[in-house]
């Protein structure tokens, strides 16, 4: 029989965990970046002193958490998904004081426009990987970034859509260099 807890939350089935005295290890969701992934962009905030981070697609919340916790006092994070998978510890990161913090539930085709122009040091972009929906959304992002700001493309080696953007982007004077992460997923960082 089907209990509260067995019910898909969010749309995303609720996986049942058995765990003993001596294994108490959870699954991890491959929707999340590498941790890697993460901590290479927590780097580059810290590296690089910047104060404004936009993520599309959060998921669970991860890679945000990196992010957020690498921010400065007065720094900002803002993420955009269409739904609300964040885990406890990701909505408590969410709640960091001496940060601007905002989780934006809604689609990223809609709730980019709304957002300030020539704003954002780096923007995740990790959201709707098809080709259909990543090139309009590039359009988009194209917007918000700041002066010497840097957009970022996860799943640029395995996946065509995001493969893809990074050769149109090229036309269009962006510079990029894609690395391998341990997944073999791939990252890639555009500027102009
Ligand atoms: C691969 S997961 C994001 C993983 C996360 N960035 C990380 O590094 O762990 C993709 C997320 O994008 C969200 N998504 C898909 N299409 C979207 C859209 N058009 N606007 C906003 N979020 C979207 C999904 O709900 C999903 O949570």
């Known amino acids: 029989m089907q209990t509260e807890n067995d019910k898909p939350k969010n749309g ?9 005295a001596t294994f108490t290890e959870v699954a991890r969701h491959d929707w999340n970046s590498e941790n890697e992934c993460g901590l290479f962009m927590a780097s580059m905030i810290k590296m690089s002193k910047y104060m404004t981070a936009l993520e599309i ?9 990196h992010l957020i916790n690498a921010l ?11 739904n609300d998978y964040r885990t406890d510890l990701t909505k408590a990161t969410m709640s960091t004081g001496g940060k601007s913090i905002d989780f934006i539930l809604g689609n990223s085709h809609n709730e980019l426009a709304k957002l300030p122009s020539n704003h954002f040091d780096l923007i995740f972009v990790d959201g709707d990987h098809s080709w259909e929906s990543i090139l309009p959304e590039f359009k988009l992002v194209e917007r918000l970034v700041a002066r010497g700001g840097v957009i970022v493309y996860h799943d640029t080696i395995h996946l ?3 493969r893809k953007l990074v050769e149109y982007a090229a036309n269009y004077n962006y510079n990029n260099v894609t690395l391998n992460t341990t997944e073999g997923r791939g990252i890639s960082i555009l500027h102009r």
């Open 12 to 20: 995303r089935p609720k996986k049942a965990v058995v765990t003993t």
């Open 72 to 82: 400065p006092k007065g720094g900002q994070y803002i993420g955009i998904d269409i």
């Open 160 to 162: 065509d859509g995001p």
């Open 57 to 65: 697609g959060v998921f669970e919340g991860e890679t945000s958490q």
